[in-house]
């Protein structure tokens, strides 16, 4: 399966299209905000043709559109003040001839207030002539949020101590509490409301990392971290072990997981983030291949299904294909992956 991408030479995304032939069109302001965004209902784009390596010209796309039954569209549209920031946002129901949108009451109608300080403030969305859906959001000079008010009318108050931040979602008392260390590192997250409570404990290492996480049942998940910081392993409540396996640009090559539980292990080290795991057994491997530029070129999941994404030569994400047969490789050759890339290629 497909999923091009093509672009203007402003690098605007101006058309996608997904693995049906469905088109997607999209429009820009001349400060690059998208102000349109047209999907073709009463056709789609043929690409069945298409190779690894066939290219969709921009003008290809574009006459295609031009050729469409311009009523039969799915159409959205924004506005934007001077900053950039969005006011408004219509999604029509009703479509003239000729492409455009009719303000009607079949419409959907959002529309955005903004502070002095650019902060969200109000959403609303027109649900009828009578009714409006509003989302109002209160900040503190710090531009924290204190008081959020859903298009229900319930309220969510929010307060900062010290150290701790605190939410409150008042119609069923849902507390939600996260206590931070002097660096700034989550170090305990509780959630209560009534009888129930739920609760994450976060430990680190003499060097600040994340070694043991606790919930309110005291299951413990460890992680092991090499010499980069990298985690390496980690190790669930029942011993069971993960491995991640890194490329030579420290990117997440292969995600392994072992059938096997650990056993006649030091705890000590375990919980010191020092001891180094040796699982041996059945396992299954997800894999995820980058280039030298940290762009994801393609992963392979446990059943050995591939799914590959293309990029132009700017960066820009171009196409993304699934493909329904699965790679002939052992799990042995799967571990010894070893994959130098050139660009937008496997």
Same mark, same amino acid.
């Given at each position: 399966?497909?999923?091009? &991408? ?23 302001? &001349? ?6 965004? =047209? ?25 295609? &559109? ?82 959020? =008010?859903?298009? !229900?009318?319930?309220?969510? $108050? ?37 009888? &129930?409570?739920?609760?994450? *404990? ?9 070694? =043991? ?9 460890? !992680? ?40 006649? =292990? ?13 699982? *041996? ?63 937008? $290629?496997?």
């Amino acid at each position: 399966m497909r999923w091009p &991408c093509l672009y203007n030479d402003k690098q605007d995304l101006v058309f996608k299209i997904i693995p049906n032939g469905a088109v997607s069109a999209y429009s820009y302001d &001349c400060h690059g905000n998208r102000v349109r965004e =047209i999907i073709y209902l009463g056709n789609t784009f043929d690409i069945s043709a298409l190779t690894k390596d066939s290219t969709i010209l921009l003008g290809t796309v574009s006459t295609w &559109c031009t050729q469409q039954n311009q009523a039969a569209i799915a159409l959205m549209e924004w506005t934007y003040n001077s900053f950039g920031q969005v006011v408004e946002k219509i999604q029509y129901a009703t479509i003239a001839n000729d492409g455009t949108g009719i303000k009607d009451s079949f419409a959907t109608y959002f529309s955005y207030d903004w502070t002095i300080h650019n902060e969200l403030s109000i959403t609303e969305r027109k649900l009828n002539e009578a009714e409006t859906a509003i989302t109002s959001i209160e900040r503190d000079g710090l531009s924290r949020i204190v008081k959020e =008010i859903n298009p !229900l009318g319930q309220t969510a $108050q929010y307060s900062y101590k010290g150290n701790q931040y605190q939410r409150i979602f008042e119609p069923t008392g849902l507390l939600t509490l996260e206590t931070y260390n002097a660096s700034g590192r989550l170090v305990l997250k509780e959630e209560k409301e009534g009888e &129930c409570s739920s609760k994450v *404990i976060f430990i680190e290492d003499i060097v600040g990392r994340v070694c =043991i996480t606790t919930n309110e049942k005291n299951d413990e998940e460890y !992680l092991i971290y090499d010499e980069y910081d990298r985690v390496i392993f980690r190790i669930d409540s029942l011993l069971r072990v993960t491995q991640h396996i890194y490329d030579a640009n420290d990117y997440l090559l292969h995600r392994v997981r072992y059938a096997s539980v650990l056993d006649n =292990i030091d705890l000590t080290a375990l919980k010191e983030g020092t001891y180094l795991p040796e699982p *041996i057994g059945d396992y299954c491997i997800e894999s995820s291949i980058h280039d030298a530029k940290g762009r994801l070129l393609g992963t392979i999941d446990g059943d050995n299904f591939l799914t590959t994404h293309l990029y132009d030569e700017l960066g820009n994400k171009v196409e993304t294909i699934q493909y329904s047969i699965g790679l002939e490789l052992t799990k042995e050759q799967r571990v010894a992956l070893v994959t130098h890339v050139t660009h937008g $290629q496997f």
